[in-house]
C-alpha cells in the first residue's frame, strides 16, 4: 500500500519513534514531536474546513462581486457592493441569506462583551433547541427498533431459525432474564431488601461484569492494532529497505 | 521462591513494550497462516455489497486515518477491492478533515488493478460533513446529494462528474458504509430509519461491543469489526488470490494473534506474582490500611 518517497518514509519513521520514545520516558524529542503534531492537525483542520465546508456551503454562496472578478486583488472590498431591490425571492436566491447566516454565526462570539452578550444568548438559544428536536427524534428512530427487539419468545417455530447459533430458545432466554436483571440492578426507587430483587440484581450486577470482558478485550485488540500497525511500519517499510531485504 | 514469584509483578514495563513489540513484527519474518472463519457480522456487509442492484451507487463515510490505520485499512482495502471488483460505483465522504487522502490511497491502488478512472467509476466528495453537524448534514445529504455535496474534494462541481449523472439523493443509493475508529450513528436514525437504507460499519473493535444491539434489531446490515473484520473480508473476496499479496487485516490479525498469546502470558505471570505475594504487599496494592 505504501507509495511514499524515501525520504517521507524516513520522517514518518522519526515521528513514529520520536512519539514512542514517550513508552522510554519523558524526554524533549517526544515533547517536539508532539508539538509537531498538534500544530500539523490543527493547521490542516483549519484549512479543510475552510476549503471543504465553509468555502462551498457558505463563501461561493455568498453574492459577491469576487465571483465574476475572482483575479481582482482588492475583490474583498468591493465584495460588500451589491444592488438589492428588497425582494424576498432575491433574499434567498440571489444568496443574501448566507450574509445573514455568517452574521448570525458571528453572535456566538459577542459572549466575549458584557454589553453584547445577550446577543449570543439568542444563537445558544436556536441552537439549543434545534439540538433538542433533534435528540429527541434521533433517540425514537434509533432505540424503538432495539426496544421493539428486546422482546424475545422462548420458542422460535424452526422455520424461524435461520442460523441455529443465534436462533435458539436458551439464547432468547438468557437474553431475557439478562435485560430484566441489569435493569433490576439499576432500579433504586425500591430497597433490594426482597430476596427475588435481591438476588436478580446480583445477577445483574454479574452480568454486567461479564459484559465488561469483551469491552476491555475489544480495547485491548485496538490498541494493540494500532501499535501493530506502526511496528510493521517500521520493520517493513522503514528498516527491510536499509538492509536490502524483503518482507514475507 | 516465593519471593521471585512476587517480584513478577514488578516487571518493568519498559521491557514488556520491547518484548510486544518484537512479539508483533514476527509475522514479517515468520509467516503463520491462520484459518479464518467470518463471523455473521462480516457475513452480512459482504451479503448487502453482493445485493447491490444495477444503476445504484454505494456512499462510504470514510473517517480513518493515520491513528486508525491499523484497525481500518484492511477493511477499506477489502470494501473497495469488493466494490470495484463487481463494478459498484462509490462515492466516498468524510467527516473527518484527514481523512480524504487515506481513502483515495486505497480508491488509486485498487483503480490501478482493476482498471477504474476517476470520476466514471468513484469519487471522492472529500471533508463534506463538519463534526458536530451530522444531524443537519445527513438529513439533507439524503433529500439531495448534489445540492449538499457541491464539489468533489478537488473543487470539481459534481454536475461536471460522470458517474453523478442521474444520483439525486439517498434512494440512488444502495448502501451506506461507514469506515472509521469510531461510528457515525445518527446514519441510523435520520437516514436509515427513514428511509431504509442499508448501512453497514467498519470501526474499530473498541467501538464495535455496543453495536450488536443495531444488528439484531435490523438497523444494520452488517459489521466489520477491528482488522479482525477487515481479514475476514477478505478472506470472504478471496483478496490474497486474487491481488497475489496478504491483507493488510489478515496481516494485522497475524501480529494481534502473537500479540495475544503473549498478552495471556503476562496476565498469567502477574496473577502468579500475585498469588505468592506476602499479604502486606497484597493488602499495600490496594490500598489498605493494617487491620483492615
Known amino acids: 500500500m505504501t507509495e511514499f518517497a524515501r525520504w517521507e518514509i524516513w520522517l514518518q519513521a522519526a515521528c513514529t519513534l520520536g512519539i514512542f520514545s514517550f513508552l522510554y520516558r519523558e ?36 453574492p459577491l462581486v469576487v465571483h465574476r472578478k475572482p483575479t481582482e486583488p482588492w475583490y474583498m472590498l468591493e465584495a460588500w457592493w451589491f444592488d438589492w431591490g428588497g425582494s424576498f425571492d432575491k433574499l434567498i436566491h440571489g444568496g443574501w441569506v448566507w450574509i445573514l447566516a455568517g452574521l448570525v454565526g458571528l453572535m456566538w462570539y459577542t459572549m466575549y462583551s458584557k454589553k453584547y452578550a445577550w446577543l449570543s444568548r439568542i444563537v445558544i438559544g436556536l441552537t439549543l433547541g434545534a439540538g433538542a428536536g433533534l435528540a429527541f427524534k434521533a433517540q425514537f428512530n434509533a432505540q424503538i427498533p432495539q426496544l421493539l427487539d428486546s422482546f424475545k419468545s422462548p420458542y422460535i417455530p424452526a422455520a424461524e431459525i435461520h442460523n441455529p447459533v443465534i436462533d435458539n430458545w436458551w439464547s432468547n ?13 439499576f432500579f433504586f426507587s425500591i430497597e433490594h431488601r426482597h430476596p427475588v430483587v435481591r438476588n436478580g440484581s446480583k445477577w445483574g450486577r454479574w452480568m454486567i461484569m461479564v459484559s465488561f470482558g469483551p469491552f476491555f478485550a475489544n480495547a485491548v485488540m485496538t490498541r494493540t492494532s494500532v501499535f501493530i500497525d506502526r511496528i510493521l511500519f517500521l520493520v517493513r517499510d522503514w528498516a527491510f529497505p536499509i538492509f536490502h531485504l524483503t518482507p514475507k | 521462591m516465593a519471593r521471585f514469584l512476587e517480584k513478577l509483578q514488578y516487571i518493568d514495563r519498559r521491557y514488556l513494550y520491547l518484548v510486544l513489540a518484537v512479539v ?12 479464518i472463519e467470518p463471523s455473521q457480522e462480516t457475513l452480512g456487509a459482504y451479503r448487502a455489497v453482493e445485493s447491490v442492484p444495477p444503476g445504484k451507487i454505494v456512499l462510504i463515510q470514510s473517517d480513518w486515518d493515520a491513528g486508525s490505520k491499523g484497525e481500518n485499512q ?25 481523512g480524504p487522502p487515506f481513502a483515495e490511497m486505497v480508491d488509486e491502488v485498487t483503480a490501478r488493478r482493476y482498471g477504474k478512472r476517476y470520476g466514471v467509476d468513484w469519487v471522492n466528495f472529500g ?44 434512494h440512488d443509493v444502495a448502501v451506506v458504509f461507514n469506515i472509521g475508529y469510531g461510528q457515525q450513528l445518527l446514519w441510523i436514525p435520520f437516514v436509515q430509519s427513514v428511509y431504509g437504507t442499508k448501512m453497514v460499519f467498519a470501526i474499530a473493535a473498541i467501538n464495535s461491543t455496543t453495536m450488536y444491539s443495531y444488528i439484531t434489531a435490523g438497523q444494520l446490515a452488517g459489521m466489520l469489526v477491528g482488522a479482525q473484520g477487515g481479514a475476514e473480508y477478505e478472506a470472504l473476496i478471496g ?54
Open chain 1, 173 to 185: 432466554i438468557i437474553f431475557v432474564v439478562t435485560i430484566v436483571t441489569v435493569l433490576l440492578y
Open chain 2, 239 to 292: 483478496y490474497e488470490k486474487r491481488t497475489g499479496r496478504v491483507g493488510w487485516g489478515n496481516r494485522v490479525i497475524q501480529s494481534q494473534s502473537w500479540a495475544h498469546g503473549l498478552i495471556i502470558l503476562l496476565i498469567i505471570i502477574g496473577n502468579v506474582g500475585y498469588a505468592f505475594a506476602r499479604p502486606e504487599t497484597k493488602r499495600a496494592r490496594l490500598g489498605m490500611e493494617d487491620g483492615e
Open chain 2, 74 to 98: 484492511g477493511q477499506a482495502e477489502a470494501i473497495i477491492d469488493h466494490l470495484m471488483r463487481r463494478n459498484i460505483k462509490f462515492a466516498v465522504i468524510s467527516a473527518n478533515p484527514y
Open chain 2, 127 to 170: 471533508y463534506k460533513i463538519f463534526p458536530g453537524t451530522e444531524a443537519y448534514v445527513l438529513p439533507s445529504l439524503a433529500r439531495d446529494i448534489p445540492g449538499t455535496v457541491k464539489t468533489d474534494y478537488r473543487g470539481t462541481p459534481l454536475s461536471k462528474i460522470p458517474m453523478m449523472a442521474g444520483v439525486k439523493d439517498i
Open chain 2, 24 to 35: 508483533v513484527a514476527l509475522p514479517v519474518f515468520v509467516s503463520l497462516p491462520l484459518p
Open chain 1, 27 to 62: 524526554n524533549k524529542a517526544y515533547r517536539l514531536f508532539e508539538h509537531i503534531l498538534l500544530g500539523l492537525g490543527v493547521g490542516v483542520s483549519f484549512a479543510a474546513t475552510w476549503t471543504g465546508i465553509l468555502k462551498p456551503k457558505w463563501w461561493d454562496r455568498l
